[in-house]
Every structure is written in C-alpha cells, then in structure tokens.
C-alpha cells in the first residue's frame, strides 16, 4: 500500500522567494504533521491537522510559514519570503484517529537556501 | 509545556551486546508511547508501540512502560551493526498531539 508521499524531494532555492512543499497522507489517515528537522537535530513541530477541526499552528516559526489541508486529504506547506535558516529536511506524517495510532513519515523534503 | 527527555548519547555498545534506550516525559496525561528509528538521511520509521505499564516484546525489542514514573524505555537485544541508528521517543496526549525526544544516537561496533 501507498505510504505518505512528499514533493518534491529535494528543493533549492534563492532567498527571498516563495516555496510550496506537498504531502499526501495515507489514504484513511484524519491526522496530519509537518516537522522541520535541520541537520543533527531533533523534529522541530510546525502543524498539526485533525479532520475538520482548526489546525494546531503553534509550532509555526514566523508568519512566513502557512499550511493548508484541501479536502482533508493533501497538505501544502508554505514559506514566503525564504531565509537560509529555513534550510532542513520539511516532513509530513499522517495517522488514523485515535489515542493508539502510531504517525508513518514520508520521505521528507530537503530545502536548501542559497 | 509537555516535554520528553532522552540522553543524546552517544551511546555505544559492542556487537550480540543489550542496548538500553530510556525516556522520560512530563504530562501524566499521555495515553500513548511510541520508539521510532531513524538512520541517518533517512525519515523516522515506527519500531515499537507501548500503551500499558508493563513489557511488550517484539522479536529483539522490548519496550518497558511505567507511567507512576513517567519512564518509558526499549531494549534491543542482541544488538547489531544494522541497529546503529538515532531512536526516537515519542509520546501522544489524548488530542493525538505527539511530542518527540530529540533522539538518542546509537553505535553498535562489530
């Protein structure tokens, strides 16, 4: 069965321009997480959708991340403006409702910021 | 501010040897509990799933709850190169909000 799918896998880009990274879930997964894990470090937060519910954007670092679930189904996470700290490995996990539901990663995407 | 511990290590150990990964966390209110393995350039992948105090065993791991404690733990038996890795603690809260260690490193020498 399909996994949790990220695009694109690797993005490069110059400061100051806008990125849009991709995640689709596991198909029946209600949860869905984006995390930012720069390179030696642990999974940094960012947001956190559950079904229909207003999303947990208190990981959110600035305003200049956004993240939107369309249908409750694929997520775009977006960075305006982007900086070289925003550079990282951005995933996606996805999980079924309910208190025992383990999250399932995708592969990630690598942001660079030149 | 729920928190979940664990030493960065490193932490290594020889090869057939038990490596003992620990963790703590701060809000007695978690249901769920998760060990997680990350190898390097790689995303996290689930290992084991822990919802009762006690053990669950499965194949080479162990993991150990106790929630008077706030302690949960994974043992890998018989520990292999192939386990060198970062093990990830993860800890759910009634909401499905998760809240990961920062990872403890472990190396298996031959």
């Not at chain 1, 689709?24 to 209600?30: A, E, Y």
């Not at chain 1, 999303?55 to 959110?60: M, T």
């Amino acid at each position: 069965g399909a996994g949790v799918s990220q695009s694109p896998s690797n993005k490069v880009t110059e400061k100051g321009k806008d990125v849009e990274l991709r995640c689709d879930p596991i198909s029946g997964h209600t949860a869905l997480y984006w995390y930012r894990q720069s390179l030696g470090q642990g999974l940094e937060f960012l947001i956190y959708f559950q079904g229909n519910s207003a999303p947990d954007k208190s990981g959110l670092p600035s305003d200049r991340f956004s993240a939107e679930r369309t249908g409750g189904s694929v997520s775009t996470l977006t960075i305006q403006r982007t900086q070289q700290e925003d550079s990282a490995v951005y995933l996606c996990a996805s999980s079924r409702r309910g208190r025992d539901q383990p999250q399932h990663f995708g592969d990630g995407t690598r942001l660079s910021i030149l | 501010q729920k928190e979940v511990e664990q030493n960065s290590g490193p932490l290594s150990v020889p090869e057939g040897a038990i490596a003992s990964l620990n963790c703590t966390y701060s809000d007695r209110g978690s249901q769920s509990f998760f060990w997680y393995r990350q190898y390097s350039g790689k995303s996290p992948e689930l290992i084991m799933s822990i919802y009762s105090n006690g053990d669950k065993e499965d194949g080479r791991f162990t993991a150990q709850l106790n929630k008077a404690s706030q302690y949960v733990s994974l043992l890998i038996r018989d520990s292999q190169p192939s386990d060198s890795a970062t093990y990830l603690c993860a800890v759910a809260d009634t909401g499905n909000q998760f809240y990961f260690g920062t990872g403890t490193s472990l190396t298996v020498i031959p």
